[in-house]
Every structure is written in C-alpha cells, then in structure tokens.
C-alpha cells in the first residue's frame, strides 16, 4: 500500500505538471489571434481491471490526463480599419490550402490576418491561399471551390447605356414664351438637367435632358450633347440626340411616356450609334404608381436623385469584404466588382479538430468532415470585415488554475514524501 501511495503521487505530479503545461501555452498565446484556450480533463486510473468481475472496491492507482479539451467559444472582436482583416462573429472556420510541414492539403483558421499576394491571391501571412467561389462574369458565384485571386490588371470602360432620373416638374410652371430652339435652350424651356455618360472608350461627356412644358399635365423633353463631341462635329452648336413627351394625371403622377426619338449618340472616336435609355420611372398606362420617377406637383421643380450606368476604365486598388463574405475587388474609377465569396467551413465536432500550428487546424476522424459553404447560412457566422477575432483564453481563471495545479503539486510531492517516511519507519523495524 505504501508502495502504491507513492506511485499515485507520482502520477498526480505527472499530471498537474502536464496541467501547467496546458495552462502555460494558454497564457502564452492570449494576443494569439484566432487562439481556442484548452483546459485539461482528469480522469482517475484503477489499481486492476474492472473486467476481473470482483465485486470487492477496485483500488486506485491515481490520476492521468485523460484529454486536453478545445474550447471554441467566440474570442472578442478587435477593429482594425484593415479592410482584408477579416473576422467570423459565430460558428465555422476560413478555409485555406497550401503546403505546411511538408504536408499539402486544406487548413482551417479563425485568425483572418490576409492580404492580397504579389500575384493576386488572397493569401494569409504563411502564404496559404483562401479558398472560395469565384465570381461569374454575371455576377453569380461558382459552385466549386478554388484559390481566391483579384483581377488586378485594370478593368475595362463601360458605355453608358441607361439613364435614370428622379425629379418633380413643377404643375405651377407655364409654357415658354419661345418655341423650343436647341441652340437656345435656356431661354426655351422650363427645366433641365445635366449627366455625364461615357462612350465605348470610357471617355466622359455631357448630355443635357431639357424639360419644356407644352399645355396642362403635358411636357416635352429633349436631349442634347455638345457639337464639338460628336460625328460629324459641329463645334460650338447644341445636336438634339433624343425627345419625348410625358402626361401627367391631375394628381400630379406619370401617366404616360411617349418617345419621340429614342436617345442614340455618335461620339467622335467611339463606337457609332450608341443607344442610351431614358428611365423616368414607371408610369400608370404601363402599371406602374406614377410615383417612382418623375413627377409633377404644385413646388419648384428640382431633381432628387440620377444615375446612369457607364464608367471610364480604372486600376485595382484593393480589396473589401461584405458581411456575407463576398469579396469585392475596388478601383479607382468607384467600381467594386465581385471576386468570389469566401468559403466557410463548418464541422459537426469543433472539439476533435487537430491543431496544425500557425493558427491552423486539420480535419480528423472525430471532427468530421468540413461543410462548406457561404457566411451566415447552415448555422455559419458572419464575416465582420476590418476587424480580427481574439484569443478568448481569459487571464483570471488561467491564473486561478495555475494556483490550483500548484497546490495540488505540492499536495501529490507530499504524498510521496509521507510514503518514504513510513517505509524508512518499516526498514528500522528490522533493526
């Protein structure tokens, strides 16, 4: 039995030592980002086999460590203003591939510390590629999964091919005292407004969208670009490239709009013929509210919103990430164009996971195979962009357990010493 006691002490300082250990590597890696705390699970060791089939007590033969347990609960969210700094607010794990400790194979990581790589991947500070859906030309997201990479070779110009307009006539106005002259339009009209558009070579120009009220709830509008933009050029004239009329109810809504010449222009240099759609809203006679574009009430006239929908070409500046993980390649002419969108990986078993080092883990048999799939769906997080994930290991009970396990260590070094003593005592028997 003294014998035994020792052995059992002995154990315990094996496992309050390992304990320690466990404690120490938590407290080493509380700045760690994307770092799981663990603690250790003790279980007690029998002195025979419980197979023996005895119904005697089984003696103990003292205490082991039985498992060191992950705990995955969510580390607090720290900003950065880093726009490729990315953190998981919930479950799952960022996805990466590339070789570690000569093994190449799929990684998972909660540490969202990425930047784009000389070559245009999204890559982690290891180099590891993140891995995704890529973008479809559509705007649609491939189904399998690949190296998420940014175009960064500028992007070419789009011509503008739809103009919007949201603006009120005022019902109040009257009809000009002139006739309409495109050459004098100020003076012709009641309203206007004014939307650069960009030809097939992304070159900016003006088109100026005059409206001329012609009786009660009825308006003309006209279209005109510079003489000096166009083919053939005739510099210093207005040329009206497109006219309409509108009809207003006496409620002041849209209810109708009759094109007279649809909007085509012929910039000098760029593509012939370029067909621009006027969107004034949806009127009545076209099942619309009559309340979504222009509009025609008793106050000043003025616009509220326009848009139109080309842009010059522009070089890529960088890269941001929405909420669902989409990543979105930004330049310099205000365009942000969709890359691909992140894959998430969830896992039926966090806790069997196997750490891998550098913030990494690896599948197992006991976690299960990964999931993938899109933030915030499946029980998935979401991605909080220009923040990172915390440690979560929490200093006060780390430095709880560490007096614990010295105590405890103290205790089973004790127990070895009060076991030597009595078998001294045994020996002087004899003598």
């Not at 000389?118 to 030309?137: D, H």
């Not at 940014?150 to 009120?168: C, D, F, L, R, S």
């Not at 010449?261 to 593509?271: L, N, R």
């Amino acid at each position: 039995m003294v014998l035994r006691a020792m052995y059992s002490g002995a154990s315990g300082l094996r496992a309050e030592g390992e304990a320690l250990g466990v404690i120490g590597d938590n407290i080493a890696n509380v700045n760690t980002v994307g770092f799981k705390t663990q603690r250790v699970v003790f279980e007690d060791v029998l002195g025979r086999s419980i197979l023996a089939g005895s119904a005697a007590a089984v003696p103990g033969a003292g205490v082991r460590v039985g498992a060191i347990q992950q705990l995955f609960s969510q580390g607090s969210l720290q900003n950065t203003g880093i726009s490729t700094d990315l953190a998981l607010n919930g479950d799952g794990f960022f996805t990466l591939h590339g070789t570690v400790d000569g093994v190449t194979s799929n990684f998972y990581t909660r540490a969202g510390q990425f930047i784009v790589n000389s070559e245009g991947y999204v890559v982690n500070p290891n180099g590891l590629r993140v891995q995704g859906y890529a973008a479809n030309p559509d705007g649609s997201f491939q189904t399998s999964v690949s190296s998420l990479r940014a175009p960064t070779a500028a992007i070419a110009p789009h011509a503008t091919g739809e103009m919007t307009v949201t603006a009120n006539l005022d019902a109040s106005a009257t009809p000009p005292a002139l006739a309409w002259n495109p050459q004098d339009p100020a003076n012709t009209s009641n309203f206007s407004t004014s939307l650069t558009v960009y030809d097939s070579l992304g070159n900016a120009h003006p088109l100026d969208i005059f409206f001329v009220k012609t009786g009660a709830n009825a308006w003309n509008y006209y279209v005109l670009a510079s003489g000096d933009e166009v083919t053939p050029a005739a510099p210093g004239t207005n040329v009206q490239v497109g006219a309409g009329t509108l009809q207003f109810t006496t409620n002041g809504e849209l209810d109708t709009i009759t094109t007279t010449t649809a909007v085509s222009v012929d910039f000098a240099g760029a593509t012939a013929g370029q067909a621009i759609t006027l969107d004034f809203g949806t009127p009545l006679a076209a099942g619309g509210t009559g309340l979504d574009g222009i509009t025609q009430f008793a106050s000043p006239s003025g616009v509220s919103s326009q848009n139109q929908d080309g842009y010059p070409s522009g070089d890529f500046g960088g890269v941001a990430v929405d909420g669902r993980g989409v990543v979105l390649g930004l330049y310099t002419n205000g365009q942000r164009i969709p890359i691909g969108q992140l894959a998430i990986a969830k896992f039926r078993a966090n806790e069997g996971l196997s750490r891998a080092g550098q913030n990494l883990w690896v599948e197992t048999r006991e976690s299960g195979s990964a999931a993938l799939g899109v933030a915030g769906s499946g029980g998935r997080g979401a991605v909080t962009a220009g923040a990172l994930e915390g440690s979560n290991v929490d200093l006060a009970e780390e430095f709880i357990g560490l007096i614990q396990h010295q105590r405890s260590f103290s205790a089973n070094s004790k127990t070895i010493t009060t076991a030597d003593e009595m078998l001294q005592e045994l020996i002087s028997i004899k003598r």
